[in-house]
């Protein structure tokens, strides 16, 4: 046995390999270009630390990015038709289903959990965008009704973050219905006399924006999100003209008084917490 090439080379060999680099470690800002470091990107909670560019964020972890501590608890959903038209496209509607799960490890594009914001009781139903566009059929109604009887029952303020393409056509008048229906759930909240916040994230667009969202007590949205119902081609094409820049970004939308404040991720959880802090606050008893 030759100990220089049965052992000594090998260690060598070891100690100067190439080392795997995961493909993770850094990500490329859509907006500015520049490259960030994971660890940096998830500590600025997907903001860009040169541009300010707001990343698009999934439902779990927009959760944990607004709890207290990460710490919240999910509730389980109403289970509904998986497919009651029978839909197929390119694809059968199942098997679209069945991708979208498998990707987000999520039954359908929203989740509703409670917890603590700054220490105070909340119910929060977040969108998903990933699953197909964040579309709105069946389950995504039930989610939002099952959130209000929940912030009902806790007596705890409802929040909802939407992100979303609008109804899901392959559930037809199915998914047009959930209009009517999440309304019936923003007034079940407002006639238990709790707050409804709605937080607007890029982009909500269609029938999600036409119906539970533009009823909120207060109109938070994150910077440059897309917020609207046609798309700005068909509406140059239908009125022929020329849009305004910026037009159906968060900022625009601001300044003609249909959003009532434009925040930043960074400083969401904070904005929040005030502003349950404020619409909850009993009346005082009337001077004897």
């Known amino acids: 046995m ?13 100690l100067f390999a190439r080392r795997e680099v995961p493909d993770n470690l850094w990500h490329q800002c859509p907006a500015c270009q520049q490259m960030i470091f994971h660890r940096d ?9 040169h541009c300010g560019h707001h990343m698009r964020v999934g439902a779990v972890e927009r959760l944990a990015f607004t709890f207290d501590e990460g710490s919240y608890t999910r509730i389980e959903l ?6 009651p038209l029978r839909f197929r496209d390119t694809k059968r509607y199942t ?10 490890h999520l039954d359908d594009a929203i989740v509703v959990a409670h917890g603590r914001i700054d220490s105070q009781q909340a119910v929060v ?6 699953f197909i566009g964040g579309s709105m059929g069946a389950a995504v109604g039930e989610g939002l009704l099952s959130a209000a009887r929940l912030a009902v029952l806790q007596e705890a303020p409802l929040i909802a973050f939407t992100a979303s393409g609008g109804a899901r056509m392959m559930e037809g008048m199915i998914s047009l219905m959930q209009m009517p229906r999440t309304v019936i759930a923003t007034r079940i909240v407002k006639e238990a006399g709790l707050p409804y916040i709605v937080v607007f994230t890029d982009p909500t667009t269609g029938g999600v924006t036409a119906s539970f969202p533009m009823l909120g007590d207060v109109h938070i949205a994150e910077p440059a999100a897309l917020i609207g119902f046609a798309g700005a081609r068909v509406i140059e094409q239908t009125v ?9 970004r968060a900022e625009y939308l601001h300044e003609h008084g249909i959003i009532d404040m434009v925040v ?12 349950i802090s404020l619409l909850r606050v009993k009346e005082l008893p009337a001077a004897a």
């Open 125 to 130: 139903a977040a969108m998903e965008f990933e």
């Open 264 to 275: 930043k991720r960074t400083e969401l959880k904070a904005t929040l917490a005030r502003l």
């Open 240 to 248: 022929r003209e020329k849009l305004p820049d910026g037009f159906q």
């Open 78 to 83: 109403p289970k509904v038709t998986a497919d």
């Open 95 to 104: 098997d679209r289903l069945k991708e979208a799960r498998d990707k987000t």
């Open 41 to 49: 990107m998830l500590a600025n909670l997907r903001v860009c630390p």
């Open 2 to 14: 030759n100990w220089l090439t049965e052992f000594v080379r090998p260690k060598i060999r070891t």
